[in-house]
């Protein structure tokens, strides 16, 4: 009998210490970091390979229009990429040349919506609204003074525009 009660409580005893570790288990830890500052790895990688291609263009080949179109995607497709600087640069001084007539490609002018489009005046302003961007959400980017000085050149209305919400 002695030989049951005493494997009764130590089988009570076992139970008590392994259960303590469970209540560890709730509260915030449980939850997991802060959905905010969690970034996609995936994403990040992904968005870090589209932007060398278009510096690519951008630098070594001077295809404008290929670094303005895979700008303006990577803008679209990933808001907090973290250099999302860099990319609003290349996109709005891509199209400062493209109006200007710049570079190896010229914008298409095949149908009236892409004329309409990619016309000089047009870009200009996409142009602006990019580097605007750029200053007003990046302070600190190395990119900023080289944005404010395009920003001059384009004239008209400089207010800066951002992108954060």
């Not at 259960?19 to 905010?36: F, H, I, L, R």
């Not at 803008?75 to 007539?101: C, H, K, N, T, W």
């Amino acid at each position: 009998m002695k030989k049951y009660l005493l494997m009764m409580c130590g089988l009570v005893l076992a139970s008590a210490f392994a259960a303590s570790p469970a209540w560890a288990q709730t509260g915030t830890v449980a939850k997991g970091p802060d959905p905010s500052v969690v970034k996609d790895d995936d994403a990040e990688k992904s968005a870090k390979h589209e932007l060398e291609v278009a510096r690519h263009y951008f630098k070594m080949k001077k295809a404008y229009f290929a670094a303005y179109k895979r700008s303006n995607e990577l803008i679209a497709g990933y808001p907090e990429f973290s250099r999302l600087d860099e990319v609003l640069y290349i996109a709005g001084m891509s199209g400062i040349y493209l109006s200007e007539g710049k570079g190896k490609q010229p914008a298409p002018k095949d149908t009236p919506e892409s004329a309409q489009e990619y016309s000089p005046a047009s870009l200009r302003t996409e142009a602006r609204t990019f580097l605007s961007r750029l200053v007003a959400d990046f302070p600190e980017s190395k990119f900023r003074k080289e944005a404010e000085e395009a920003l001059r050149t384009l004239g008209g209305d400089t207010k800066q525009v951002s992108g954060k919400q």
